[in-house]
C-alpha cells in the first residue's frame, strides 16, 4: 500500500492545525481554572461583608452563587473541548505513525 505524498502533507498540515486548536482550549480551560478561584474569593469577600464571619459559611456562599455555579459549568465545556482536541492531536500523531510503518514496509518489500 502506498500513500500519496500529498496525503503526508495533508496529515501535516492537520497536525499544525489541531495543535494550535488544543493549544488555544488548553490555555482557555486553565484561565477558567484561574477565573474560579479568583470569583470564589471575591464571592467570599462579599459573604464576609454581608456579615458572614465563618469561613465555611463564606464558602457555602461561594460554591452556590451562580456566577460561580456559571463559571464551573464554562470550565466544564471547556475541558471537554480541549480533551477532544488532545485526542486529534493523538490521532495525527497515530494516522502519521501508521504511514510511516507502511512506508518502512514497502522500501522494505523493495529490496
Keep these: 500500500m502506498d500513500l500519496p505524498d500529498t496525503y503526508v502533507q ?4 492537520e497536525m499544525e492545525s489541531a495543535s494550535v486548536l488544543y493549544a488555544r482550549a ?14 470564589k ?6 459573604a464576609e461583608s454581608e456579615g458572614v464571619a465563618a469561613y465555611s459559611r463564606q464558602e457555602v456562599f461561594a460554591y452556590s452563587h451562580p456566577t460561580y455555579r456559571r463559571i ?8 471537554e473541548d480541549e480533551t477532544l482536541k488532545q485526542y486529534k492531536c493523538k490521532m495525527c500523531e497515530l ?3 501508521a504511514w510511516r510503518t507502511i512506508s518502512a514496509n514497502t ?3 523493495t529490496r
Design 10 to 13: 495533508e496529515l501535516m498540515e
Design 26 to 39: 488548553k490555555a482557555l480551560a486553565e484561565g477558567l481554572r484561574e477565573d474560579r478561584k479568583i470569583t
Design 41 to 46: 474569593a471575591q464571592l467570599m469577600n462579599v
Design 72 to 79: 464551573v459549568k464554562d470550565l466544564r465545556q471547556a475541558i
Design 95 to 97: 494516522k502519521f505513525e
Design 107 to 109: 522500501r522494505a518489500a
